[in-house]
């Protein structure tokens, strides 16, 4: 039987223009390494635009530890 979390992730990208998707998705189908996080950087249209975050797949949270709020060090998993 196929564990779900071998064939699929949903990833809630909160207003970022930026993020490495597709590389993710190239090393999970050719390589078969299944992305735990992908890397999202804020666009123009987002308040400042030099927000950097790192995004975890459901049902996994992103959560603010302290630090620079636009900086993706500053952020785990829950």
């Known amino acids: 039987m196929w564990n779900?979390?071998?064939l699929t992730r949903l990833f809630i990208?909160?207003?970022m223009e930026n993020f490495d998707a597709l590389t993710a998705?190239?090393?999970w189908t050719e390589n078969g390494?299944?992305?735990d996080s992908i890397f999202g950087?804020?666009?123009k249209e987002y308040p400042d635009p030099n927000k950097e975050?790192?995004?975890c797949p459901y049902p996994k949270v992103t959560t603010y530890i302290g630090?620079?709020?636009n900086k993706a060090e500053n952020f785990?998993?829950?």
């Open 4 to 6: 779900v979390d071998s």
């Open 13 to 15: 990208v909160p207003a």
């Open 25 to 27: 998705l190239e090393k």
């Open 33 to 35: 390494a299944a992305p």
């Open 41 to 43: 950087k804020a666009g």
């Open 53 to 55: 975050q790192p995004l």
């Open 67 to 69: 630090g620079d709020k």
């Open 76 to 78: 785990k998993y829950k």
